[in-house]
């Protein structure tokens, strides 16, 4: 597979419903960056996958629950998190989530 | 490995000469966020790794050249690489790489 560029402009920002919408950025078969928009008091509902993951808070401030422990996070924090652990997001104030995958989500095409 | 969580005040901004600086954030095992800051006019020498890349221009201006392509890219624009392929950057305007590497380069810690 080549390499992938991808600007914003060049994604779709598609509306999730409930005050999250979510843009799929560049990507390969081995790693896949997507950017999620949160509204105030929106919620990403604790899951699992065996993707690996990392985060990075591109603005807004947010609470993680991982692993069943809370924590606050704002802009240029970041998050890594183990294949399978359940995770999930409360915005607090209005904001963009960075979020990496590996492999890719092949859900999220 | 347990969830990862680095702020930016945390991680050392470590000096790697010739304009370039890098700060390892969160991590685990199997997925790695890297902050790299760029003067103008500092590369990233063409190189390889096995692991596979996913980059988020953060701010500034860079041409990647990745398997003999050039390619422009500013702030919100996205590139992944598949492993193994050559890739390096020339700094045009000042500004910070979020590179993501998946699994984690142990040779950055």
Redesign the interface.
Known sequence: ????????ADAVLRDLGGGVSRRV?????????VEVHFEAGSVGAPHTHPH?????VLSGEFV?T??GKD?T?RE????????N?L?GTRCVKPGVL?D?F?PMRTDFL
Do not use: Y
Not at 25 to 33: G, K, P
Not at 52 to 56: D, E, I, M, S, V
Not at 76 to 83: C, V
């Open positions: 597979m080549n390499a992938s560029v991808v600007r914003p950025l560049a990507h390969t078969d081995d790693i896949m960056i690996a993951q990392a985060t990075r993680f991982v692993d924590v996070v240029g924090d970041t998050l890594a998190f183990p294949s652990i995770h960075l990496i590996s």
